[in-house]
């Protein structure tokens, strides 16, 4: 079955530390997308990917960082400059890298990080 | 600029009761409009789409939405509630004319269903 696959699905994180979510899909899709979310708030972007070796910062870049060197794999860093990274991460994907606005997402089953 | 906003953070049926969820977007020109299904500690499942060819849209589950412009809203429902439907709700919008990435998410209804 083609899918994404979030890795962990719970991460702790010391203060201080940078710590990295997996994001795998074999959908062969294009496009590729992290969102935070926070108990009884929306999904926001934090960043996303329309082609290998190119991202741009969504909504609530700061603290974060990604790479995207394969097409199936979007892995995201939480770096210690992110205050307030306790919260559910999900990966999410989209057939073409023209971005269209019509394109339901696809989403993985999330990581939940959390501070020790 | 666009926003949607999903009318109760939290709505309690009993089992084989209407199920009605309400969102309402704002814009100038009608947007693509989605129903997203959360269950606990998962990513988002996609229940429907509106991408102007029918304003009754039917989804999966059971579940339809109707768009009405008129009244800005997309509101879900569904004839009778199981105990499975029981998750978070969200509605998002697409503003057409612009790119995936610019999807704006509710802020999500969680339903509760009453045996």
């Known amino acids: 079955d083609g899918g994404i696959t979030q890795s962990p699905k719970y991460l702790f994180r010391k203060e201080g530390q940078n710590v990295t979510l997996s994001c795998e899909q074999n959908?062969?899709?294009?496009?590729m997308y992290w969102y935070r979310q926070d108990p009884g708030q929306g999904l926001r972007l934090i960043y996303y990917?329309?082609?290998?070796?190119?991202?741009q910062k969504g909504d609530i870049a700061e603290g974060y960082s990604v790479s995207r060197e394969k097409k199936e794999s979007f892995p995201l860093t939480v770096t210690s400059a992110q205050k307030n990274p306790t919260a559910f991460y999900l990966c999410?994907?989209?057939?073409?890298?023209?971005?269209?606005?019509?394109?339901?997402?696809?989403f993985g089953d999330g990581t939940r990080l959390s501070i020790l | 600029a666009q926003s949607v906003t999903q009318l109760g953070s939290h709505v309690s049926v009993s089992e084989g009761a209407l199920v009605l969820l309400r969102c309402n977007y704002s814009?100038?020109?009608?947007?693509?409009l989605f129903w997203y299904v959360q269950y606990p500690n998962q990513g988002l499942q996609l229940l429907l789409k509106?991408?102007?060819?029918?304003?009754l849209v039917k989804g999966i589950n059971g579940f339809e939405a109707e768009f009405k412009k008129s009244e800005t809203s997309f509101h879900l429902t569904k004839p009778s509630a199981h105990m499975s439907d029981a998750a978070e709700y969200f509605c998002a919008v697409s503003p057409i004319y612009s790119s995936a990435s610019k999807i704006i998410f509710g802020s999500g209804t969680r339903l509760s269903i009453r045996p």
């Open positions: 959908l062969n899709h294009d496009a």
């Open positions: 999410a994907s989209t057939p073409s890298n023209r971005d269209r606005e019509d394109q339901p997402q696809h």
């Open positions: 990917s329309q082609i290998v070796n190119d991202f």
């Open positions: 814009s100038s020109v009608p947007p693509y």
């Open positions: 509106y991408t102007s060819a029918a304003t």
